[in-house]
């Protein structure tokens, strides 16, 4: 069964430094994509940060990026010199590769930033 | 360019009663899903569609039906409504289904309250 798993529900960090949200996943496809999603209190889901499973090099999108240790499946998310407004909920996704493109989720993290 | 809009933004329906949530999106893309995000939890797939005349059932289908007359228009139905079914509904679109890096986009969501 192909599944996400999230294991820190709720995180704190002190604005202006890293964090690293944990994700790890289960599949028996040799070939998938892994999404990370933050949710802001306003509820929309905001795309972050994509790594392909043949990917050679950790994806990086700004002040996101992805460790991505294919022989462990893990795929956590490092977030640089964190803000106020990267408070949220974050969550991690994958999409099998030989299915219909529908997004298997996590159950999230909940990432609070302090001043 | 609108995205994906979703209509209405907020719903209390008794026990029992019907409505049908409406998503429409103005990409032209071919794939369309709708997951339900309960409290503390990550997305799970109520339907998707491949294409307009073609839908499948996903992780969690029942209570719920769906049609694809349409490319842009993906109503899900909601037939004689359950506490259960009290969750925020979002809907997506995504324009190669799992090919690769191209994300899915998500609507606002519908806030469903079911008494």
């Known amino acids: 069964a192909q599944k996400i798993t999230q294991t820190q529900p709720g995180m704190f960090v002190q604005e202006k430094e890293a964090v690293t949200l944990d994700c790890t996943y289960d599949t028996s496809d040799p070939s998938y994509g892994l999404f990370w999603y933050k949710q802001p209190s306003s509820g929309e889901m905001i795309f972050l940060i994509y790594?392909?499973?043949?990917?050679?090099q950790n994806a990086t999108e700004g002040r996101y990026s992805l460790n991505f240790q294919k022989a462990r499946k893990s795929a956590n998310l490092v977030i640089s010199a964190s803000q106020l407004g990267d408070s949220a909920m974050y969550f991690c996704a994958m999409i099998p590769l030989g299915s219909q493109g529908n997004l298997i989720f996590g159950k999230g993290t909940k990432l609070s930033v302090k001043p | 360019n609108a995205g994906v809009t979703q209509t209405p933004k907020f719903r209390i329906l008794k026990i029992g009663q019907s409505m049908t949530l409406q998503c429409t999106q103005d990409m032209n893309h071919n794939y369309m899903y709708w997951y339900r995000q309960d409290p503390g939890m990550g997305l799970k797939l109520i339907y998707y569609?491949?294409?307009?005349?073609?839908?499948d059932k996903g992780e969690v289908p029942n209570g719920y039906n769906v049609s694809r007359s349409t490319t842009e228009d993906f109503p899900l139905r909601l037939e004689l409504a359950a506490p259960s079914q009290t969750s925020v509904y979002f809907c997506?679109?995504?324009?190669?289904?799992?090919?690769?890096?191209?994300?899915?986009?998500f609507g606002p969501g519908t806030r469903l309250l079911v008494l």
């Open positions: 997506a679109s995504s324009p190669l289904g799992a090919g690769g890096r191209e994300t899915q986009y």
């Open positions: 569609s491949v294409g307009a005349g073609i839908t």
């Open positions: 790594q392909g499973s043949y990917d050679q």
